[in-house]
């Protein structure tokens, strides 16, 4: 495991925060459970009937007797869950239908986060990224300032470490969308230590090309500068201009990232989702998320092709996230 997982581990270990699993009957969020619980770093809540989750643990040889194991339909403090539900949804759902609402896993698990019973939560192994969303705008909802989630990935090889946003979320992001994202990438950067220089890309650097998709991202940056005028954010850059000192000293010889960019902001979902693809493929990244940035707590997506090691790994990133509070 890198170093960076590895310092995460020992931050989070000191406060042990719980984090909750809405897919508690999958065989690789069971094997991460009971990893975490083992290892001491945090607090697993599982989600599901109790006979069903002890079930699927036995039968792939794992214990998971000192995990904690949450049913929906027998959660002792569910009726003070459903009227929170109503409050917060401000008389959109009746309390009959908070009380089914809050009954399936997703949103039983938001609530948790919620009203402060867990510190954040994992889901999508075996939900789509909607399902795991759409609780957490509906209830955890996002920070002051901020108007839309967006999704980034800590791209890590080694000591390297960079951020990649939005591969995750918004599909065809306006400026204001965008230098949103460049903002809280560039403190989800912070997280990981990482001293944020963010490059927001395009198919032209400084003017090269010139397009309603160029001139996006340059009012985008300016944007970016109002909203944090202490953020370390340049662009338009090609890629290689803000990777590449010897690029930028010819492409965008005044720009202050010189070519030393570690989080990337891409123009749209399309770029972003193919690009943090080829670097994992081709460039042996290892891809962790996507972090969902932006929300009042931490809720993370993962994909439904993850492995047992996603799972941990996202688990500690998002007890990471929630020392940040």
């Known amino acids: 495991m890198s170093d960076m997982f590895t310092d995460i581990k020992n931050q989070v270990k000191q406060a042990n925060p719980a984090i909750v699993f809405p897919e508690g009957t999958d065989e690789r969020i069971l094997e991460a459970a009971v990893r975490l619980q083992a290892d001491g770093i945090l607090q697993p ?11 699927k643990a036995e039968e792939i040889g794992q214990d998971v007797s000192k995990v904690t194991i949450l049913d929906p339909e027998t959660y002792e403090d569910f009726d003070s869950l459903a009227d929170a539900f109503v409050e917060r949804r401000k008389g959109k ?16 698990g938001t609530m948790l986060v919620y009203t402060g019973k867990a510190s954040g939560l994992v889901s999508g192994a075996a939900h789509s990224t ?37 591969c995750a979320i ?7 969308d965008l230098a949103e994202t460049a903002v809280e990438a560039g ?17 032209s650097t400084k003017g090269s090309a010139k397009s309603e998709e160029t001139e996006r991202v340059v009012e985008a940056v ?19 201009a803000a990777f590449v000192p010897s690029v930028a000293a010819k492409k965008a010889p005044d720009s202050p990232l010189k070519g030393e960019a570690n989080t990337f902001i891409f123009p749209n979902l399309e770029s972003g989702n193919i690009g943090y693809k080829i670097a994992q493929r081709l460039g042996n990244f290892e891809a962790v998320g996507p972090i969902l940035q932006g929300l009042n707590q931490p809720v993370n997506d993962l994909s439904r092709g993850c492995s047992q090691e996603d799972v941990y790994k996202l688990a500690l990133i998002t007890a990471m996230q929630s020392l940040q509070k």
Do not use: W
């Open 170 to 176: 918004n599909i065809a992001p306006d400026s204001s």
């Open 45 to 55: 809540i599982l989600i599901g009937s109790k006979t069903e989750v002890e079930a």
């Open 187 to 203: 403190k989800t950067a912070k997280v990981f230590g990482i001293d944020p220089k963010v490059a927001m890309l395009s198919f």
């Open 93 to 108: 759902n009746t309390k009959e239908e908070a009380e089914k609402i809050v009954k399936t896993p997703n949103y039983f």
């Open 130 to 166: 909607g399902d795991t969303v759409r609780p957490a705008l509906q209830i955890i909802k996002t920070k002051e300032g901020v108007k839309k989630t967006s999704g980034v990935f800590v791209m890590v090889r080694g000591e390297e470490r960079y951020i990649f946003g939005d």
């Open 222 to 240: 300016q944007l970016a500068r109002e909203k944090d005028p202490e953020l370390n954010v340049d662009g338009e850059f090609q890629f290689d």
